[in-house]
């Protein structure tokens, strides 16, 4: 391999710093002289051996390296182990060549991800520029409870999927059917239908509660607090779990801004706040009713809407081009370490 083992003597920059226990294969290259504890096995490169060649090795055969570990408690890789390793090592330049197109796949994808990251902001931002922090005493004319926005009509009704002795059982299941909504199909703000486990139709007529509809407002209760989706118009039948509850609001509420305010710091920190705190995390209905909520004018909130519709629709082409990028970079590393990006396999693939 062209390796020189270091334990706990000082590591010098460019060594290839590589976690062997808890979790196993974390890598990472150092810039600066640094020891480590015993939860690595580091490594520095010699002449032979680059070590952005190495550390992408390392990265792409993770999933093989942490089957190597042993333990009882928690499994480790030893240091006979990591040196019994066998890495194939093509000529010092080959190996710095595809360290490069990994290096630079590997940036282009990072900055992919902070762009997204941006995006998945920028809804928020525009609430507070838009309506500010609720909080704040200029908007106490436009806030109320939950419970008295629905005693008003403002919100047409609020139901979980308590469904008692008529839950759906693990059994009950089936590949194809009515999704069944828990908390981890709201992620990002958006209902992911395909984390959705199915039930047969059947469950209409045996269920009374629970059934939402076309721009209700999802929003998590039990166990992870606050996940928050709009059901799509396009979406015909949902069958919400006891960890889901769903808003109707009325036509003097838009669903993606009563969304969006569910998802500003304020209310987020309020529903976390009054969630009892058992074995898991739970606030009900009763509780819910008495959190607060903003109501502004109807225009507002629809110059909201056209706002943020229009980033979900710039995010979901990002997304979709991240996807690719992220597929196209787990290809590069496996084309790496297989022969497919030498320069004499790539003269061969010219046409």
Not at 145 to 157: E, F, K, R, T
Not at 164 to 172: A, M, N, W, Y
Not at 316 to 343: D, P, Y
């Given at each position: 391999?062209?390796?020189?083992?270091?334990?706990?003597?000082?590591?010098?920059?460019?060594?290839?710093?590589?976690?062997?226990?808890?979790?196993?294969?974390?890598?990472?290259?150092?810039?600066?002289?640094?020891?480590?504890?015993?939860?690595?096995?580091?490594?520095?490169?010699?002449?032979?051996?680059?070590?952005?060649?190495l550390y992408w090795w390392l990265k792409c055969h993770r999933a093989q390296l942490e089957q190597l570990g042993n333990g009882a408690t928690f499994k480790e890789v030893s240091k006979a182990v990591v040196e019994r390793i066998e890495i194939p090592l093509p000529p010092l330049?080959?190996?710095?060549?595809?360290?490069?197109?990994?290096?630079?796949?590997?940036?282009?994808?990072?900055?992919?991800?902070?762009?997204?990251?941006?995006?998945?902001?920028?809804?928020?931002?525009?609430?507070?520029?838009?309506?500010?922090?609720?909080?704040?005493?200029?908007?106490?004319?436009?806030?109320?409870?939950?419970?008295?926005?629905?005693?008003?009509?403002?919100?047409?009704?609020i139901q979980d999927g308590n469904h008692g002795e008529k839950h759906p059982k693990v059994s009950d299941f089936v590949s194809e059917g009515i999704p069944f909504i828990m908390a981890n199909c709201m992620l990002d703000g958006e209902l992911k239908l395909e984390n959705s486990?199915?039930?047969?139709?059947?469950?209409?007529?045996?269920?009374?509660?629970?059934?939402?509809?076309?721009?209700?407002?999802?929003?998590?209760?039990?166990?992870?607090?606050?996940?928050?989706?709009?059901?799509?118009?396009?979406?015909?039948?949902?069958?919400?779990?006891?960890?889901?509850?769903?808003?109707?609001?009325?036509?003097?509420?838009?669903?993606?801004?009563?969304?969006?305010?569910?998802?500003?710091?304020?209310?987020?920190?309020?529903?976390?706040?009054?969630?009892?705190?058992?074995?898991?995390?739970?606030?009900?209905?009763?509780?819910?009713?008495?959190?607060?909520?903003?109501?502004?004018?109807?225009?507002?909130?629809?110059?909201?809407?056209?706002?943020?519709?229009?980033?979900?629709?710039?995010?979901?082409?990002?997304?979709?081009?991240?996807?690719?990028?992220?597929?196209?970079?787990?290809?590069?590393?496996?084309?790496?370490?297989?022969?497919?990006?030498?320069?004499?396999?790539?003269?061969?693939?010219?046409?």
């Amino acid at each position: 391999m062209g390796l020189r083992n270091c334990s706990s003597e000082l590591l010098p920059p460019n060594s290839v710093l590589f976690s062997s226990r808890a979790p196993i294969g974390h890598v990472a290259i150092n810039t600066i002289p640094m020891a480590t504890n015993q939860g690595f096995k580091s490594m520095v490169p010699g002449p032979k051996l680059d070590a952005s060649f190495l550390y992408w090795w390392l990265k792409c055969h993770r999933a093989q390296l942490e089957q190597l570990g042993n333990g009882a408690t928690f499994k480790e890789v030893s240091k006979a182990v990591v040196e019994r390793i066998e890495i194939p090592l093509p000529p010092l330049e080959e190996q710095k060549r595809i360290a490069a197109i990994l290096d630079q796949a590997d940036d282009l994808r990072r900055k992919r991800q902070r762009a997204l990251d941006r995006l998945n902001q920028l809804g928020q931002a525009i609430f507070v520029e838009m309506f500010g922090d609720p909080t704040e005493d200029r908007y106490s004319s436009k806030v109320t409870s939950i419970g008295s926005a629905q005693d008003a009509g403002i919100i047409v009704a609020i139901q979980d999927g308590n469904h008692g002795e008529k839950h759906p059982k693990v059994s009950d299941f089936v590949s194809e059917g009515i999704p069944f909504i828990m908390a981890n199909c709201m992620l990002d703000g958006e209902l992911k239908l395909e984390n959705s486990y199915k039930l047969d139709p059947i469950w209409r007529k045996k269920l009374r509660v629970g059934f939402a509809r076309p721009l209700d407002v999802l929003i998590s209760h039990k166990g992870t607090i606050g996940q928050t989706a709009v059901v799509s118009e396009d979406v015909d039948q949902l069958i919400l779990s006891p960890q889901v509850t769903y808003y109707r609001p009325s036509r003097s509420l838009d669903s993606y801004f009563l969304q969006s305010y569910f998802e500003s710091l304020p209310f987020q920190r309020a529903i976390k706040n009054n969630s009892f705190q058992s074995t898991r995390a739970y606030i009900g209905i009763t509780r819910q009713r008495e959190l607060p909520i903003l109501i502004p004018a109807l225009e507002e909130q629809i110059k909201f809407r056209t706002r943020v519709l229009k980033i979900r629709e710039i995010r979901a082409k990002a997304l979709a081009a991240a996807s690719a990028q992220l597929s196209l970079f787990n290809s590069l590393q496996a084309r790496a370490f297989n022969g497919e990006l030498t320069a004499s396999s790539l003269k061969k693939a010219d046409p």
